[in-house]
């Protein structure tokens, strides 16, 4: 069974850290391309960060830029999301997505991801 499965979200401080794990089961992630995104209550969901599947090429939305840091460990088949200085507006359920991709590109366009965890819920007190 291809699964995605996401952790480490929870209740912080504005200004404070919390680090997400994605974990693939089933698949490698070798050849896939990771998407980080969120979605908060009644908003649209949207990509937060991406990591492309050669050379791990990061892109980040602009609303995150500077603040979050994605990376990724193959041989852990983890992908991970660092978010630092976090603000009140981060607060949302964030999902990883995978779509198998051997380029240096990946994209924020959530319908071309293929494999989707069920989400981690992250909230930023004031």
């Known amino acids: 069974q291809l699964q995605l499965v996401e952790s480490g979200g929870g209740l912080v401080q504005a200004g404070g850290s919390l680090r997400l794990s994605c974990v693939a089961s089933g698949f490698t992630l070798d050849g896939y391309a990771i998407g980080w995104f969120r979605q908060a209550p009644g908003k649209e969901r949207e990509g937060v960060s991406c990591?492309?599947?050669?050379?791990?090429?990061?892109y980040y939305g602009d609303s995150v830029k500077g603040r979050f840091t994605i990376s990724r460990d193959n041989a852990k088949n983890t992908v991970y999301l660092q978010m630092n200085s976090l603000k009140p507006e981060d607060t949302g359920v964030y999902y990883c997505a995978a779509v198998y991709r051997r380029s240096r590109q990946c994209t924020f366009y959530r319908y071309e991801y293929v494999y989707w965890g069920r989400g981690t819920q992250v909230t930023v007190s004031s």
């Open positions: 990591i492309s599947s050669s050379d791990g090429i990061t």
